[in-house]
């Protein structure tokens, strides 16, 4: 062979045969998930396989299992993180399927009860109710509501979240203006009016089509404007004169006094628009004050102020989510797996993030004893209080100021719900833009929602 | 007036060049960034710049997802090569009945959306045990690259003068001889090109790697969106894991480009 063959043929052979080897030695090729979860509960070492978003509490999450592991030198805990959309289309496959790829998983507050209903969740309630260290009456009561099926308990929050009115108190005293604690729509569209400039935003506001994305913040409006998705009989109104109201709202807010191309934006756009200071109001989750006020991260830590989500004919607006850790029923490593998820959802894990990482690290939301600890009391001063009263405040059994026929704040929990809220976002996305008129979208998204309705009753 | 278009020309191309080339030279720049200063709006130029990013990736258990993309790329470019090959031979230099309804067969066979199948294929797979499994999913890369592989395969062959293999069976070459000497010398600039695009193909796959693994046999693609946060910022490690992750696409392609080049024209002539 000589050195130019060599170099044409020996060289990538060498490197592809390399590869082959390596990937073979790190499991590649192999059955990894069924060789991890192998053993389980009759006593020998066992690997859990946790799927979860990637935010930032569960990053947090993975960077401290390691003082679980070795509390527990029999279980070890293998995180596979991913964005929230690949998480749903994932982990739906695994447990509906009956894979059993993952021992824990992270579930939205949507899924949950339907899941559950479903019998693919494991009831979590013994378990919890058997431990006395685990104070399970201290976790949220509107978030346990939201996560249980006839009294039980099918996941545990690990963060939960409400949404707030964030403003920037520097461009409100330059403009000479008073933000009221319990802001109403109309004078929050007052405010963005005055405040707007050429290169500032009166508000930022989501517009990116999608029923988590638009609809998480509209839905919330729609509630608040005496709307509602469906009424008791499962009927839409989502063309009746409150929604169209809350929608037409919106689109001319976002219009008069929103940032531009508001269709691309969520909620990392709007919180890069408000770090930059290029946003006088934002009105989203209540966990973007604690990105917010991060001083080693943000350039308008101290500079912000927080307020309840602003109003029209409800008392509070704010919507209710959690992120929760739930077990599905094809586990083989059932005892373990709970155990970690008492473990990660204890008030003593609580402790050890505010200790090891940071007080206003601490997953909010999730038990009501965390908002009286001092260390994060102090360090959590400009928005936990808050947090705290709005969480407590909302009412997911009924959110609005009609009664409806499920439990949740800006979505309903059914499985086509995901499918018409992200139909009806497109079209309002559409409005938002000036491609076609709020009656017209609302109108088609009315048969569309109607259809969805029409499999409840 | 001469000297003066060939200037023309040259400008338009280097600017077609620099903007083709700009989204992956931010992409660099970013990784380089704080997270902070990546998501300043208007972006900003004169900042500190470091390697933390990468670090921060590699940290986050890079090498196996690497691995598991180079094994199902490369086995599932040598599979497509090995069967594409004589299947392509077939279809050209001795070309059965009916070749025009074999290569619409293979070629309708791209129709189906994946999102279609996936259910059925993750139920075969659950049922014999290969979810999670980095060789089933490079045997799916295969499967689905060996249309379009037997399509340029044999447009390549089609290309090939009809009297060097003549020549070849008058002087007693077998069929084994005539495809190894005789034709896949004259054609290698185009197996370079289905095998770059074949592994290119496999190598950014995204939607069966998320469906079908969920932790040994996972790819880089779904292991890139998981830097997508969703409650964070996330533009300047994602900027790094992705320069990670294109780099050794770049260097096949760096490797291959002069047959690349030659293979992607064939044909173009006639």
């Known amino acids: 062979m000589t050195t130019r063959t060599m170099w044409r043929f020996g060289v990538p052979a060498a490197v592809t045969a390399g590869v082959m080897t390596l990937a073979a030695c790190s499991g590649a090729g192999t059955g990894g998930g069924g060789e991890a979860t192998a053993g389980g509960d009759g006593g020998e070492s066992v690997e859990l396989t946790l799927a979860t978003v990637n935010n930032p509490q569960m990053k947090d999450m993975e960077e401290l299992k390691s003082t679980f592991e070795s509390e527990h030198p029999d279980i070890k805990v293998k995180f596979v993180q991913m964005e929230e959309g ?71 929050p690990f963060y939960g979240e409400s949404s707030i009115l964030m403003y920037n108190k520097d461009l409100f005293e330059a403009a000479g203006l008073t933000m009221p604690d319990h802001p109403t729509w109309t004078e929050v569209a007052d405010f963005a009016k005055q405040l707007k400039t050429d290169d500032t935003a009166g508000i930022c506001l989501r517009g990116k089509p999608g029923w988590g994305d638009l609809f998480a913040p509209l839905t919330t409006v729609v509630n608040t404007f005496g709307g509602q998705w469906y009424d008791t009989n499962w009927d839409a109104q989502v063309d009746a004169q409150p929604f169209q109201d809350a929608v037409n709202f919106y689109v001319d807010l976002l219009a008069d006094a929103g940032q531009s191309d508001p269709v691309s934006y969520s909620f990392t756009e709007c919180l890069n628009l408000v770090q930059s200071s290029k946003a006088a109001m934002w009105y989203d989750a209540s966990v973007a004050a604690s990105i917010l006020e991060d001083e080693s991260t943000s350039a308008v830590a101290g500079s912000m102020g927080y307020v309840h989500a602003p109003v029209e004919k409800t008392t509070e607006s704010g919507w209710l989510w959690s992120w929760n850790l739930a077990v599905p029923n094809t586990t083989k490593n059932q005892v373990a797996a709970e155990t970690f998820v008492k473990w990660a959802t204890s008030k003593e894990y609580q402790q050890l993030v505010g200790e090891t990482l940071g007080w206003t690290r601490v997953p909010p939301g999730a038990r009501v004893s965390t908002y009286s600890i001092p260390e994060y009391e102090e360090a959590a001063a400009a928005f936990a209080p808050l947090t705290l009263d709005v969480m407590n405040a909302v009412d997911p059994k009924m959110p609005g100021v ?37 009656e017209d979208a609302l109108a088609k998204g009315q048969t569309i929602a109607q259809e969805a309705g029409d499999k409840q009753k | ?112 959306p994946v999102a279609a199948a996936i259910l059925p294929l993750y139920f075969i797979l659950k049922t014999i045990g290969l979810l999670d499994n980095v060789t089933a999913l490079a045997l799916l890369y295969g499967a689905m690259n060996l249309p379009i592989a037997v399509w340029m395969m044999r447009s390549f062959f089609n290309d090939v003068p009809r009297e060097i293999t003549e020549a070849g069976q008058v002087d007693g070459a077998n069929l084994r001889v005539e495809i190894t000497r005789l034709v896949l010398p004259i054609v290698a600039p185009g197996v370079a090109a289905v095998a770059l695009i074949s592994f290119i193909f496999a190598w950014n796959e995204y939607f069966l790697a998320l469906i079908l693994t969920s932790d040994a046999a996972r790819t880089l693609p779904p292991y890139l969106a998981s830097f997508v946060d969703g409650r964070g910022q996330f533009l300047a490690v994602l900027s790094a894991a992705s320069t990670m992750a294109v780099f050794p696409v770049v260097l096949a392609g760096w490797a291959a480009q002069k047959q690349l080049v030659r293979g992607l024209a064939m044909g173009a002539v006639k």
């Not at chain 1, 059914?414 to 833009?433: M, S, T, W, Y």
């Open chain 2, 1 to 112: 007036m001469r000297k003066l278009t060939g200037a023309l020309l040259s400008g338009f191309t280097w600017f077609w060049i620099l903007l083709a080339f700009f989204p992956i030279g931010w992409m660099v720049f970013t990784s380089l960034k704080t997270e902070t200063d990546a998501a300043t709006i208007p972006p900003t130029f004169a900042v500190p710049l470091s390697f933390d990013q990468y670090r921060e990736v590699w940290d986050r258990d890079f090498a196996p997802y690497l691995l598991n993309s180079l094994f199902a790329s490369i086995t599932s470019t040598i599979l497509v090569l090995a069967i594409a090959i004589p299947a392509a031979y077939g279809l050209s230099i001795r070309p059965v009945r009916k070749v025009q309804d074999v290569l619409f067969f293979f070629i309708s066979t791209r129709f189906l």
């Open chain 1, 402 to 438: 009609s009664p409806q026929p499920w439990v949740g704040v800006q979505y309903v929990t059914i499985p086509e719900f995901q499918d018409v809220g992200n139909q009806v976002a497109q079209l309002v996305a559409d409005a938002i833009a000036g491609r076609t008129t709020v």
């Open chain 1, 86 to 156: 690949d998480l749903r289309a994932a982990v739906t496959a695994d447990v509906a399927s009956g894979a059993g790829q993952y021992d824990i998983v992270t579930v939205g507050a949507y899924e949950v009860p339907q899941w559950a209903q479903l019998g693919w969740l494991t009831n979590l309630s013994p378990a919890l109710e058997a431990d006395a260290d685990y104070d399970v009456a201290d976790l949220f009561p509107a978030v346990t509501d939201a996560l249980s099926v006839d009294g039980d308990l099918y996941a545990v």
